[in-house]
Each structure stands twice: as structure tokens, then as C-alpha cells.
């Protein structure tokens, strides 16, 4: 069966591993962080998960609301971690929020010949992207560790982007295929 490892499950993760929980493979879920209260707004978290992992509410709630079975590990990806949780994985999906943990992905997927999507959401909200690792550089955040999808003033595009990554997702999974998308408020743009 073939491993689906989502690195971050905060906006556009969650919304995207919600989205790919009909897939013929094994999910896994990592994230270090905890939910809180404002998570609520713009990921896929419901107010009884506050104060847990995020890794482990969503494996919970993917139980709990659709009988679907996950990996979760609430650990901070880093060099010294990343090919034990990528282990055995068909596919990585970066849905982080900072530079340094996207770097840590790229540089191993790169070394060990696994595919990598990322997806990123612009600080303002007028943008999103859905891109494979050959095609992708990472932009530095603003500040280290400035949040980009809180609070759900963004939740349309967040949306967007979130549906544009599990289809990402499906589609590799159903048949190899690597397609990138830009997204905006009003449309998702396959771009090559």
C-alpha cells in the first residue's frame, strides 16, 4: 500500500489530509504544534482537540468521523529525523509554514529520489501554490515563524489551495501524474 507522509497539518495541511482520506493509501501525519483555540477558525480542528497535538487530533478525528486510520507523530521535523519519518513513503506533501522545515524536506526527498509536493498560501492571502520539488524554492517568512493562515480571515483561498493539494495528491497517486496550480481567490490555474 502506498505512504502518504503530510509534513504540517495546520490550515493547509489538515485541510488537505481531510480531503485525501478516501485514498487507497496509508496516511501519516506530522506536526509538532498543538491546537489552539484560534486553529479553529481556518483548519480542520474542532474545539475538543484544543490543547493536543495536532498530529494526534487529526489522526483522532479522522477515526472518529470516517473510520479512516493514520500515522501521527508529534515531532518537529529535522535532519537528524526526517528519513524515519519518511520511511517507506510514496509520496511527501510539505504544507509548512517556515522556510527551514521545507529545506529539511527538499534536501532529503532530493537525496533519496521521493516525490515531494509543497502548497503555500502569501501572508496577504492573494495567492496560493501547489508545486512539485523540481519546480520549488522556498521563500523566506517575513519573521521566523510568522503564522500565514490564521484567524480564517484567508479560509476561501485556504480552501482552494487545501483542494488543490489532495487533488495534487490524487492524481499522483492514481497515476504518477505531477501537476503544479496557482491559485488565487478567483480561479486555480494549472501551470507547467
Known amino acids: 500500500m502506498k505512504r502518504i507522509v503530510f509534513f504540517g497539518v495546520g490550515a493547509l495541511g489538515s485541510g488537505a489530509v481531510v480531503l485525501c482520506r478516501n485514498l487507497d493509501a496509508k ?97 496577504d492571502g492573494t495567492f496560493g501554490i501547489v508545486r512539485w520539488d523540481e519546480r520549488f524554492v522556498a521563500d523566506e517568512e517575513d519573521a521566523p515563524g510568522a503564522a500565514t493562515c490564521e484567524g480564517g480571515e484567508h479560509l476561501p483561498l485556504i480552501g482552494l489551495v487545501c483542494a488543490a493539494l489532495a487533488r495534487a495528491v490524487q492524481a499522483f497517486v492514481d497515476d504518477g501524474a505531477r501537476a503544479d496550480a496557482m491559485i488565487t481567490p478567483g480561479a486555480v490555474t494549472p501551470t507547467t
Do not use: M
Open 27 to 123: 496516511l501519516a501525519l506530522v506536526d509538532f504544534d498543538r491546537v489552539e483555540s484560534k486553529n479553529c477558525l481556518a483548519q480542520a480542528y474542532v474545539k475538543a482537540s484544543i490543547g493536543k497535538l495536532k498530529a494526534d487530533a487529526l489522526k483522532l478525528q479522522l477515526s472518529s468521523f470516517w473510520g479512516v486510520r493514520a500515522d501521527a507523530f508529534g515531532v518537529r521535523v529535522t535532519e537528524s529525523n526526517v528519513a524515519t519519518l519518511s520511511a517507506d513513503a510514496t509520496l511527501l506533501v510539505d504544507a509548512f509554514d517556515n522556510a527551514a522545515g521545507r529545506r529539511v524536506l527538499s534536501t532529503y526527498a532530493r537525496a533519496a529520489g521521493i516525490p515531494l509536493v509543497h502548497a503555500a498560501v502569501s501572508a
